[in-house]
């Protein structure tokens, strides 16, 4: 499963830096209560990147 996934996530054009790692380290966190903020802490940073790249990707192409 996480072969095929992380071959998902390479053929993204615009992705966040170790994105694939960053995921998994998401997922792992989620797993316990006890490491669930550190989850949402990674998780949004990701997110944060995310939106970034695709707001300056998309002023560029226009």
């Given at each position: 499963?996480?072969?095929r996934s992380e071959q998902y996530i390479a053929s993204f054009r615009i992705k966040p830096e170790n994105c694939y790692e960053r995921i998994r380290k998401a997922i792992k966190l989620s797993a316990e209560p006890e490491t669930i903020e550190a989850c949402y802490v990674?998780?949004?940073k990701l997110v944060?990147?995310?939106e970034k790249l695709v707001e300056e990707n998309f002023v560029r192409e226009e």
């Open positions: 499963m996480w072969k990674v998780w949004r944060e990147e995310l």
